[in-house]
């Protein structure tokens, strides 16, 4: 995903913009998180007015979205504040009704945002991918340590509402504790993209990031130290697996980060990485149960 | 896997993507001005977190709860290229 490293961000900031796009309805305004420059792929922050209404309908590509605040009807299902909803390409949705007013963070994962009437799936959907859970009163948080080693430190919880298997991709809420604080500083072999649904956490590169606060991050590139005096709400994700390389130079670069990630895959998986440097050119990962993971899917 | 069905994407939404594209390089830029001039506060930061790995009080976060402290000839040496956080 080729998105510029945007942070700190606070969309608090910037004013609304009317969504004029093909099929989506008057009354829908959005601001701009950040944006892929070669798929149109994009994060925003959505205003739906009251009275909002949309017909049923599918998107071209996956979109998630999760409610800040307000209520969204769809169909018979009534979704309010902390509703996560991910919504497969050629999955079509009910009938939206926006009552009183909402707002969401709403993320088109692999194309620009389409919208197009249809009251049946496209015939390329996983519709068993569909997924909508209400995160904050169905769900109960779990520490880190349970599903990432190394983990950040106790305090910084997560509920997990998407996992990828072919990727191991994660879109998760996380909270940190008050007075939380972690002394290391972090990178990942993934980019990262996160929303502060309200606190204030600070990072020994960017400072504070408050209610509002956004930022996608590409591979490699260092966070933290870390600390919150009065705690936080926050959604995550990542585009690929999500390993924390722990240290404490805050002077690396990216490249650097990654030179020392590809040396511990080294001493990890020694063979596999030999293998995987062959000067030769021939070697291409292949899943024998998954062969079009990457390329000549289904969908493309 | 890809997750995109493939589509024709109409010329407004191409320029729509063009004019997004072209502020998130503005906002790329206006955030790198920004965090570059905060590098004297940040600098201050990074004493600090020194000192915090050196006090056996709370040292540097290895995994969830394991910490261990950073004794003085362990920590880095300021390169003398300029700090960047933002690439």
């Known amino acids: 995903m080729a998105r510029k490293h945007i942070e700190p961000f606070v969309d608090r900031e910037v004013p609304f913009k009317k969504m004029t796009l093909p099929g989506f309805k008057k009354g829908m305004h959005y601001k701009m998180l950040s944006i892929d420059e070669d798929t149109g792929a994009c994060t925003m922050t959505v205003k739906y007015d009251a009275g909002y209404k949309l017909p049923p309908g599918m998107s071209y590509t996956e979109y998630e979205l999760i ?92 509920k997990i509402l998407k996992y990828d298997p072919l990727t191991e991709a994660l879109s998760f809420l996380y909270c940190m504790t008050p007075k939380f604080w972690q002394d290391n500083i972090s990178y990942h072999d993934c980019a990262e993209e ?107 | 896997m890809a997750q995109t069905i493939k589509h024709k994407v109409p010329a407004v939404v191409k320029a729509w993507l063009k004019k997004e594209i072209a502020l998130q390089r503005k906002l790329h830029k206006k955030i790198a001005k920004e965090m570059d001039d905060l590098a004297p506060k940040r600098a201050k930061w990074y004493e600090d977190f020194f000192k915090r790995l050196q006090n056996p009080a709370r040292g540097f976060n290895i995994h969830f709860t394991d910490r261990r402290v950073i004794a003085d000839e362990e920590l880095p040496k300021k390169p003398r290229r300029k700090d960047k956080v933002i690439w």
């Open chain 1, 67 to 158: 409610i800040l605040s307000g209520t969204i009807k769809y169909g018979d299902d009534i979704c309010t504040a902390g509703y996560y909803v991910r919504v497969p390409a050629g999955v079509h949705m009910p009938a939206m009704h926006v009552p009183r007013g909402a707002m969401v963070m709403l993320m088109y994962n692999f194309a620009e945002p389409s919208f197009v009437e249809s009251d049946e799936d496209h015939e390329l959907a996983m519709r068993s991918q569909l997924t909508l859970v209400d995160s904050y009163e169905g769900m109960q948080w779990m520490p880190s340590s349970g599903a990432i080693y190394p983990a950040v430190a106790p305090g910084c919880l997560l």
């Open chain 1, 194 to 300: 996160a929303y502060h649904i309200w606190g204030t956490s600070w990072m020994m590169q960017f400072g504070d990031l408050p209610t509002g606060g956004y930022f996608w991050r590409p591979p490699w590139i260092n966070h933290g130290a870390f600390r919150s005096d009065y705690g936080i709400l926050a959604f995550g994700r990542t585009d690929s697996k999500l390993h924390n390389y722990f240290h404490w130079n805050p002077w690396t670069s990216p490249l650097e980060n990654r030179d020392r990630a590809a040396a511990q895959l080294a001493r990890t998986k020694p063979d596999l990485f030999n293998w995987a440097i062959s000067k030769d050119g021939h070697n291409h990962p292949h899943d024998f149960e998954v062969p079009d993971w990457k390329e000549g899917s289904e969908y493309v």
